[in-house]
């Protein structure tokens, strides 16, 4: 099964990023808000670059320059494709939907590629209605730390 991981980044601004496990590495995109277990609420997903498998378990501090700032893992799991066509055609398309199997988060969600700004693609992360949404739970501001060292962020 690929393999997910959501990264809490506390860098320029504090945000999330959302990593797939796609072609050999992670397909990445930064949530500002972070990932919502509502199916209602639709979340900003900015695609940025991919990022080594190695990557997906780091923790720590990132030095000056781009990224630099603290990092946890939120969560992570796996997954499983939901489309038909294969997770690689998906990102070329702009449109993924995955079953996620994390330790925090759980059920369907679709990215879904809604443009372009400044260069850089635009997608709505959203949950999909299942026997996990959960529209009153919040595990961005219930759950903070990290499902690896139980820290978090602030206390990297």
Same mark, same amino acid.
């Given at each position: 099964?690929? !393999?997910?991981? /959501?990264? #809490?980044?506390? %860098?320029?601004?504090?945000?999330?990023?959302?990593?797939?496990? /796609?072609? =050999?590495?992670? &397909?990445?995109? &930064?949530?500002? !808000?972070?990932?919502?277990?509502?199916?209602?609420?639709?979340?900003?997903?900015?695609?940025?670059? +991919?990022? &080594?498998? %190695?990557? =997906?378990?780091?923790? @720590?501090?990132?030095?000056?320059?781009?990224? $630099?700032?603290?990092? /946890?893992?939120?969560? *992570?799991?796996?997954?499983?494709?939901? %489309?038909?066509?294969?997770?690689?055609? @998906?990102?070329?398309?702009?449109?993924?939907?995955?079953?996620?199997? =994390?330790?925090?988060? *759980?059920?369907?969600? &679709?990215?879904? *590629?809604? @443009?372009?700004?400044?260069?850089?693609?635009?997608?709505?992360?959203?949950?999909?209605? +299942?026997?996990? $949404?959960?529209?009153?739970?919040?595990?961005?501001?219930? #759950?903070?730390?990290?499902?690896?060292?139980? !820290?978090?962020?602030?206390?990297?």
């Amino acid at each position: 099964m690929p !393999k997910f991981v /959501i990264q #809490q980044h506390d %860098a320029t601004t504090l945000h999330y990023d959302f990593r797939l496990e /796609i072609g =050999g590495a992670l &397909a990445s995109w &930064a949530v500002p !808000k972070g990932p919502s277990t509502d199916p209602r609420v639709k979340r900003l997903a900015v695609r940025v670059e +991919d990022h &080594a498998l %190695a990557y =997906g378990s780091f923790e @720590g501090r990132l030095g000056p320059g781009y990224g $630099a700032g603290a990092v /946890i893992v939120w969560d *992570r799991g796996t997954y499983r494709n939901l %489309a038909e066509d294969p997770p690689e055609q @998906g990102l070329e398309d702009g449109r993924l939907r995955f079953w996620l199997d =994390g330790q925090k988060l *759980r059920g369907g969600y &679709a990215l879904t *590629r809604t @443009g372009t700004t400044r260069g850089r693609e635009q997608w709505l992360l959203v949950k999909m209605r +299942d026997e996990a $949404a959960d529209a009153p739970r919040d595990p961005v501001s219930t #759950q903070p730390e990290s499902v690896l060292s139980g !820290k978090t962020v602030d206390e990297i």
